[in-house]
């Protein structure tokens, strides 16, 4: 029961949150391996972008790649909110005085991101591929032609077999696994603290939020430049043998980058990243919580 409700509490926030998604996957993708100045502009800001693939793709373009996002939510967190939950369940977690351990936490969140990435790879790849599809004018990055999640399964199932498939899993491990230990921890320990303030009631949903806020904020932060790394790793071409057109690896990735992009390469798409992962962490975790409150009261009744 508990990978269900982290599924279903991923799947509502990732149905309003997808947009930015689609927003912060092109810009991440705008100018790959080039330096500043020495590529066209097509997306300045998040609002700009929407405007921008409303105009051009159409309006309903800014839910790109929603059913395999969807599908990737369902999947990823349902084994990350319910492996961390379980883990939580056996009181690992906490200290010899009962409060949430704050190393421990990130222990179990990275545990629990690595899981989840590894078996919801395919379904991200397809997703990050058909959100970076676009018009010609203003295409950014590697144009994949999938016309919707089975047929991009198909097609890359068919050209490169099962492990095509999870081309790109290397760099989807290690930004889940920092996403989740930090967006975990952080909302874990920022609940027992805020709690412990006694401004609210203790099953307050105000609790939650406020701690929904401080993690959505320190997620961004340290994941960005590994979400980053991770959409050029999935989107990027293959040749005949499946072999990566620019990168070979995570850290061939990183150097490219570093070297062409400077470090700022790293935090692009950083606005549509926040705005994203701010309500979408918010949302995640506030349903999740709402939902193992309405489960326990359920299970007394």
């Known amino acids: 029961m ?25 810009m991440q993708l705008q100018g790959e391996l080039q330096a500043r100045g020495q590529h066209a502009i097509h997306y300045r800001n ?27 939510q369902l999947v990823m967190n349902g084994i990350r909110l319910g492996t961390y939950q379980v883990i939580g369940n056996t009181g690992f977690t906490k200290d ?3 409060h949430v351990s704050f190393v421990k936490s990130i222990a179990a969140g990275a545990l629990a991101g690595c899981m989840g990435a590894t078996i919801g790879s395919p379904f991200f790849m397809i997703k990050t591929h058909m959100q970076s599809k676009a018009a010609q004018e203003i295409a950014v990055g590697h144009q994949h032609p999938h016309e919707s999640m089975l047929h991009g399964m198909r097609s890359v199932f068919r050209d490169y077999g099962f492990t095509g498939l999870w081309r790109g899993v290397s760099a989807a491990i290690p930004r889940v696994m920092v996403g989740s230990a930090t967006q975990l921890s952080s909302f874990s320990t920022s609940k027992e603290y805020i709690t412990k303030l006694d401004m609210f009631p203790s099953d307050s949903w105000l609790n939650t939020f406020l701690a929904t806020l401080c993690s959505g904020v320190t997620v961004t932060l340290f994941m960005t430049p590994f979400d980053v790394v991770s959409t050029r790793m999935y989107n990027q071409g293959v040749d005949v043998q499946g072999k990566g057109l620019h990168y070979n690896n995570v850290v061939d990735c990183f150097v490219k980058m570093f070297r062409t992009e400077g470090l700022w390469g790293f935090y692009k798409g950083w606005g549509p990243s926040f705005l994203r992962l701010g309500p979408h962490t918010v949302l995640t975790l506030m349903i999740w919580d709402r939902l193992r409150i309405f489960y326990k009261r359920f299970q007394h009744i």
């Open 2 to 26: 508990e990978f269900l409700i982290g599924g279903l509490a991923a799947c509502g926030a990732g149905f309003f949150t997808n947009p930015l998604e689609v927003v912060k996957t092109r």
């Open 46 to 72: 998040s609002l700009h972008a929407i405007k921008t693939i409303v105009k051009t793709d159409g309006i309903l373009a800014i839910q790109s790649g929603l059913v395999p996002a969807l599908w990737y």
């Open 96 to 98: 010899k005085h009962g």
